[in-house]
Structure formats: C-alpha cells, structure tokens
C-alpha cells in the first residue's frame, strides 16, 4: 500500500512539473502581450504629453496588469525618490528585483533594457523611435513564444506523465 501511494506521489510530482513547465511558457506569452500594451501605452503618454516620466509611468501601470503593473509602478516609485539614479539604472535594478516573477528569457531582458537606455533623456521623436523599434523586437519575441509554447507545451506535459511512469516502473 505504502509502495502505490510512494509510485503515484512520484507520478503526481513528474506531471505537476510539465504542466509547470507549460504555464511558464503561457505566462512569457501573457507578459510580453501585457509589456508591449505598456510600452506602447508610454509612446501615446509621451507623444502627446509633457508628462513627466515617473508620472508616464504610473499611468501606464494603471491601465496595465499583472507583474507588468508591478513592475511599473516599482520603477516609478524609485524614480520619484530622486535617488540621482538615471531611469535605464532603475529600470534594470527593478528588472533584477522582479526577476523570479518575469517569465522573460534573456532575450526579452535584452530588448527591455535596451529600450530603457535613452528614454526620459532624449528628444520626444528619440523615444519614439526607439520605442517604435523596441515594441518590433518584442513583438518578434512574442512571436517565437507563441511558437515555443505551441511546439513544446504539449512536450513537456507528456514529458511528465513519460518521466513519472518511467520512474514508477523503476522504483515498482
């Protein structure tokens, strides 16, 4: 009896980290959707104001979701301290801090730096640029993820049950 129940925890624990292994592809997806909707949301904040950047930003959390909100708004809150940091010094400090809540490859993080590094400090048509060319790489990012978790969401799901049976039969 103990035998079975030591067999199906070890096939419940294998099938929770595939579908595990899944849901962090679907939430890449989901967080790079919700951080071009944001950073889309800074361009129309910054074409059209004279806000300043602490202010574009907590306005785009607001109208954002999830950990991309979060994110926002701690990168806002930072700069309002007048801390003497630069807005790109901030924004990758709180890109480390929300590091093991972005399901971001280092791919993204590039991009999302990048486009940290002139904004708030160059001319309105500056920023617009290089956000015009920041949302292109994360939309070329969504893309691969989106293909990343249709080809290997269903891999590491079945990957799982596999891994848990075959562990069973070894320790039955």
């Known amino acids: 009896m103990l035998k079975i129940l030591g067999i199906g925890i070890v096939v419940g624990v294998c099938v929770y980290l595939g ?15 919700t951080m071009i909707f944001a950073v889309n949301a800074m361009a129309d904040r910054i074409s059209y104001g004279r806000e300043p950047m ?4 907590q306005k785009t959390a607001e109208s954002s979701g999830g ?11 930072d700069l309002e301290k007048g801390s003497g940091s630069m807005l790109s010094e901030i924004w990758r400090r709180q890109m480390r801090n929300f590091e093991n809540r972005l399901a971001f490859k280092p791919s993204d993080y590039v991009v999302l730096n990048d486009f940290a590094l002139g904004l708030g400090i160059s001319h309105t048509q ?3 640029q290089k956000i015009a060319l920041s949302c292109g790489r994360l939309e070329q990012n969504l893309q691969e993820a989106k293909s990343e978790k249709q080809r290997l969401g269903k891999v590491f799901q079945a990957s799982g049950w596999c891994m848990g049976i075959v562990l069973a039969l070894l320790f039955a």
Do not use: P
């Open 19 to 33: 579908y595990l292994e899944k849901d962090n592809l679907q939430r890449r997806e989901n967080q790079l959707q």
């Open 54 to 57: 602490q202010v574009i930003l």
């Open 67 to 77: 950990v991309t909100a979060d994110f926002l708004k701690a990168v806002a809150a």
């Open 126 to 128: 500056d920023q617009l």
